[in-house]
């Protein structure tokens, strides 16, 4: 019933009793994709030291995600809506979960590719969380589900700039 990108909305919206479940998962995918574009920044210090890389360098650690999903969400859009939504859904969350490889490298260049992959990702995610709301939201609840899909990914980024300082100051010493 929701895996067809050109569906009609007026087919596809009917109050579900699930919808605030799926309310919950938008809003904890939007607060975890905004920790994951800040997340070098409390670390930045020890990537130049480590790495013996310029500060312009280190701060595209931080900016390439940004600009990949600056220039990608719109083609990311244009292809999922030719792709079923779950499949590309979850392609979305594999490149995102790529940042997870990161601690295994310690190359400039190879860490960069895998924050543009992650940039991939949620140039995929955050285009197809707004699908989700339209499908799954009556119209009455369309922009305050809107509006807090979009806090949840503000929140995500302040949280990370927070929590981020005191994970760099306990795991690094």
Known sequence: ????ANEARSTLVTP???RFVMYGLIVLANATTGLNFLAPSPFLTRIIDDLAITNAAAGFLVTAMTLLVTLGAIPASIVAVR?????????????LGAGTLIVFYSEFWVIVGIRLVQGLGAAIQIPLIAGLIMRWAPDKELPA???????????????????GPQLAESSLG
């Open 1 to 4: 019933m929701f895996e067809n």
């Open 16 to 18: 579900d009793r699930y």
């Open 83 to 95: 792709w079923r939504l779950k499949p590309t859904f979850g392609l979305a969350w594999v490149l």
């Open 145 to 163: 589900v809107n509006a807090v899909s979009l806090a949840a990914l503000t929140v995500g980024l302040g949280t990370g700039l927070i929590i």
